[in-house]
C-alpha cells in the first residue's frame, strides 16, 4: 500500500487564473499564484535532476527549467474542465496545474505502479487523457493535430472550448504543424496555437532552422488567422496577460490564434547535454533572461510588501517536493504481469443495429462490392450519430472509387468532412475525434498514400491504449492492392509494413457481404482497425447483400472451399484466384485442395486453419503483397512452429516479386501471383 499524496500547500491551493487576476491594475495575488506554480515545477525539475543522476530515474529527463512561467500561465488561464491541451516536453508546470498533483508525474518519473502511462512511456510522455490532456509521443509535431480533433469533440458536445496546441521553434518545421495550422483555420476550430520559442531545438540555434527575416508568428497570416508574438523572457507578467486575453478571444470568436512565445531553456536539451554549443557568453545571456526570477521581480516592483509572501511560497514549495518525492518513492514497481497479453483495447459492447442493410430493401440486391461498403456508410451515418467520415474528395465527388457518393448530400458537412491533402493532420484529427466520443472512418484515397501518416496511424493510433488507456475507435479504409495498371503508387498491399506495429486491428474482405459486415465489426470495435479494400473486387460482378446478424464472424476465417490435399490460406482479391485455382485442380489433376479466406489479419485466428493443416498435412500461403518480410512469412511461421510434425511437405509460398509494382499490363502480370502461376506452382508442390 503506498501513502496518500500529501496535501497541497497553501499557496497551491488554487490553480486557476482569471484575466483580471494578472494585473497590471489588480492586487498581485493572481501573479502570486502564478509564481508558486512555476516555482514548484522549477523545484521539480531541479529535483528530477538530481533524482536521474542518482539512478532512481531512468531514461532522460528533458527539463522545463525557463518555461515554467510560459506552460503554468497558460494551464492555469484553461478551463481545465472543458479545455484541451498537449504539453510538450518542456511543460511539466503545465502538467502539474492540469491534475494539481505533483505525485501523479513523480510517479511517471520513476515508472512505478502508479505511473499515469502503467510505466509503460518515458518520462514526460504522459497525460491525462480522461481530463483531455494528451499524451505526447516523441515524434513532435504529431499530437497538435489531436488537439484539434479532441477540441472539435468538446465543440460538438456543445463545449465552448478552447485547445492548446503546443510546440517548440524546433517543432515548427513539422509537416504536421503546417497541416494542422491550416486545418484548424480552414474548419475554424478554437485553437490556440502556441510556439515555445526557446531559440533552440536540441543544439540547433534558430539561425539554422529558419531565415531569420521571417518570424515564426508571421507564418498566420499564410493561414488566414491571426498572429502574434509574446517575450516571456522580458516581460513574463505581460505575455501571461496577452495569453488571457487570447485565450478569452479564442473562446469567444472560435477562431485559432498563432502565438510565438519567446521562453528560455536554462539547462541542455536533456540531462545528458553539456550546452558545449554555447559560447559563454550566450550561456549567461540565456541565464539572465529566466522569466521566473523576472516574475519575482515584477511582483515586487508592484508591490513590495509581498516579499515575505513570496519567501513563503518558496519555503512551502521545498518542503512539499520532498514530501511528495517521499510518498512516490515508496510506490511499488511495476510488476510485468500487468503488461497485457496484446496492445488491444478489450472488447467493446457490441452496437444494438437495426436488422435491415438500407432502409429501401430494393437497394441490396445486384449491388458491387463497393456498393456493399456505401451501405454500410449510409447504415452507420443513420444509425449512429457518433459516426463521421472524412477523406480526400469524399464530399461531392463521392470519393475517388464512389465509395462515399450520396452521403454528404444525406448527412452534411459536420458528418462527411472533404478534408485538405493533409493526410497526417487529418488522422490526428480522427484520433482526436476518436478520443472525444466518435467513431471517425477515415478513407485514404489510395492505400499507398497511408505512409503520409505513418506516424499517427502505427506510433499515435495503435499505440494510444497501451500509453494511457484511452480507446481511439477508428476504421481507416485503405483502397489496396493491384491489377488495375495503377502503377507503384497506386497498387501496393501495405498489410505487412503497418501490421509489423502493435496497436492495429485489421480486416481484409474479399466479398460484397463480407465487405458490408467488415465495416460494421470495424465500426465498432474499440480500436484503430484498417480496412484493406482490394480495388479491382469494387466493381467485380453484382451481387446481394443482406443483414447478417453474424456479422461479427469477419473477425475469423472463411472455409471458401473444402479440400483433402493441401489447405490454402489467402485474403483480399487473391481469395478468388485461389478459388479458380483450386477448382481447376480438382476438375484436372483430382486433387483438392481446401481454400481459406483469413479475413481477419489482425488479430489473427488460425485454430480452424491448423484443424485444416492437420488434415491436409500441407500449407499453402498465397497473397498479393511482396514475398520477402510479407504477410505468408507470419502465416507460415505461426503455423510451422507448432505443426512441424503434421507436415509432409515444406509450405508453400506464393506472393509477388520483391520489386515495387511496375506499371505496363505485362510487367504487373508478371510481378503479382497469376491463377496460371499459381496452378503451375500447385501442381509442382503436391507431386
Ligand atoms: C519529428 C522528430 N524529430 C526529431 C526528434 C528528436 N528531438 C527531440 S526534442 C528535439 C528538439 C526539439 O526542439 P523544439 O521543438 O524547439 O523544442 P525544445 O526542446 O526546444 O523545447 C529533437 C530534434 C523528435 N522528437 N521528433
Ligand atoms: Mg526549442
Redesign the pocket.
Known amino acids: 500500500m503506498s501513502s496518500p499524496f500529501p496535501p497541497a500547500p497553501p499557496c497551491l491551493a488554487v490553480r486557476d487564473l482569471r484575466a483580471d487576476d494578472l494585473g497590471p491594475d489588480s492586487p498581485t495575488a493572481g501573479l502570486v499564484r502564478l509564481y508558486a506554480w512555476a516555482a514548484l515545477s522549477r523545484r521539480a525539475d531541479n529535483r528530477i535532476l538530481e533524482l536521474f543522476r542518482q539512478g532512481l530515474i531512468k531514461g532522460t529527463v528533458?527539463g522545463g527549467q525557463g518555461?515554467e512561467v510560459l506552460s503554468a500561465s497558460l494551464a492555469l488561464l484553461a478551463d481545465k474542465t472543458i479545455d484541451v491541451v498537449s504539453f510538450?516536453?518542456?511543460d511539466l508546470a503545465g502538467h502539474i496545474v492540469w491534475s494539481g498533483h505533483l505525485c501523479d508525474h513523480l510517479n511517471q518519473y520513476f515508472a512505478n505502479a502508479g505511473s499515469p502511462t502503467f510505466a509503460r512511456e518515458g518520462n514526460i510522455h504522459h497525460g491525462d487523457p480522461a481530463h483531455r490532456s494528451l499524451p505526447m509521443i516523441?515524434?513532435?509535431?504529431s499530437m497538435i493535430s489531436h488537439v484539434a480533433g479532441r477540441t472539435d469533440a468538446q465543440l460538438r458536445a456543445g463545449h465552448r472550448v478552447v485547445g492548446l496546441a503546443l510546440?517548440?521553434?524546433?517543432?515548427?518545421s513539422?509537416g504536421d504543424v503546417h497541416e494542422t495550422l491550416n486545418l484548424a483555420a480552414l474548419l475554424s476550430l478554437p485553437l490556440l496555437f502556441v510556439i515555445?520559442n526557446?531559440r533552440?531545438?536540441?543544439s540547433t540555434p534558430i539561425a539554422e532552422q529558419f531565415p531569420q527575416n521571417a518570424e515564426l508568428w508571421h507564418r498566420a497570416a499564410g493561414y488566414g488567422i491571426e498572429g502574434l508574438k509574446v517575450d516571456f523572457t522580458a516581460d513574463p507578467a505581460g505575455a501571461a496577460r496577452t495569453f488571457a486575453t487570447c485565450l478569452a478571444r479564442v473562446r469567444a470568436e472560435g477562431r485559432p490564434i498563432l502565438i510565438e512565445a519567446h521562453t528560455c531553456?536554462l539547462r541542455g536539451?536533456a540531462a545528458y547535454d553539456t550546452c558545449d554549443y554555447l559560447s559563454a557568453i550566450e550561456n549567461a545571456s540565456i541565464q539572465a533572461s529566466d522569466p521566473l526570477p523576472k516574475l519575482r521581480a515584477q511582483i515586487l516592483a508592484a508591490d513590495a510588501a509581498q516579499a515575505p509572501e513570496l519567501d513563503r511560497v518558496d519555503t512551502e514549495i521545498e518542503a512539499w517536493v520532498e514530501s511528495c518525492i517521499q510518498v512516490s518513492l515508496a510506490v511499488p514497481r511495476p510488476s510485468p504481469d500487468s503488461l497485457p497479453a496484446d496492445a488491444y483495447a478489450p472488447e467493446a459492447a457490441p452496437i444494438a443495429w437495426q436488422p435491415t442493410v438500407t432502409a429501401d430493401s430494393a437497394k441490396e440486391d445486384n449491388i458491387t462490392f463497393a456498393q456493399a461498403l456505401t451501405l454500410a456508410h449510409g447504415k452507420i451515418l443513420r444509425e449512429r450519430p457518433e459516426s463521421f467520415v472524412l477523406g480526400q474528395d469524399i464530399g461531392t465527388y463521392g470519393g475517388a472509387f464512389k465509395i462515399t457518393e450520396g452521403l454528404l448530400a444525406l448527412h452534411g458537412r459536420a458528418r462527411v468532412f472533404n478534408t485538405p491533402l493533409a493526410e497526417s493532420a487529418c488522422t490526428g484529427y480522427a484520433i482526436g475525434l476518436a478520443l472525444g466520443g466518435h467513431r471517425p472512418i477515415e478513407e485514404f484515397q489510395f492505400a499507398d498514400f497511408c505512409t503520409e501518416a505513418m506516424t499517427q496511424l502505427v506510433l499515435n493510433a495503435g499505440t494510444y491504449f497501451f500509453r494511457s488507456g484511452a480507446k481511439v475507435p477508428m476504421v481507416v479504409r485503405l483502397p489496396a492492392g493491384g491489377g488495375l495498371t495503377f502503377g507503384s503508387f497506386h497498387s501496393q498491399e501495405l498489410e505487412s509494413a503497418l501490421l509489423a506495429f502493435p496497436g492495429l486491428k485489421a480486416l481484409y474482405p474479399s466479398t460484397a457481404q463480407d465487405a458490408f459486415d467488415c465495416l460494421l465489426a470495424a465500426y465498432e470495435d474499440d480500436n484503430p482497425v484498417l480496412l484493406f479494400e482490394h480495388k479491382a473486387l469494387y466493381r467485380r460482378g453484382k451481387h446481394s447483400v443482406a443483414w447478417n446478424p453474424a456479422f461479427r464472424e469477419v473477425w475469423g476465417p472463411r472455409l471458401v472451399r473444402p479440400g483433402a490435399h493441401a489447405t490454402l490460406v489467402t485474403y483480399g482479391e487473391m481469395t478468388q484466384l485461389a478459388q479458380a485455382a483450386a477448382e481447376y485442380l480438382e476438375t484436372e489433376y483430382e486433387k483438392t485442395v481446401e481454400v481459406w479466406d483469413l479475413r481477419a489479419l489482425a488479430p489473427l485466428k488460425l485454430d480452424e486453419i491448423r484443424a485444416s493443416v492437420a488434415r491436409t498435412h500441407r500449407l499453402c500461403v498465397l497473397h498479393e503483397g511482396r514475398r520477402t518480410h510479407g504477410f505468408g512469412a507470419e502465416l507460415v511461421s505461426r503455423i510451422v512452429e507448432e505443426q512441424f510434425f503434421d507436415l509432409e511437405a515444406a509450405p508453400l509460398r506464393v506472393a509477388a516479386l520483391d520489386l515495387p509494382v511496375p506499371f505496363a499490363p505485362e510487367l504487373e502480370q508478371a510481378y503479382r501471383p497469376t491463377r496460371d502461376g499459381l496452378i503451375e506452382k500447385l501442381v509442382n508442390w503436391l507431386g
Do not use: Q, V, W
Open positions: 528533458t518555461n510538450t516536453h518542456r516523441s515524434h513532435l509535431g510546440f517548440g521553434d524546433g517543432g515548427s513539422t515555445e526557446n533552440y531545438a536540441y531553456r536539451h
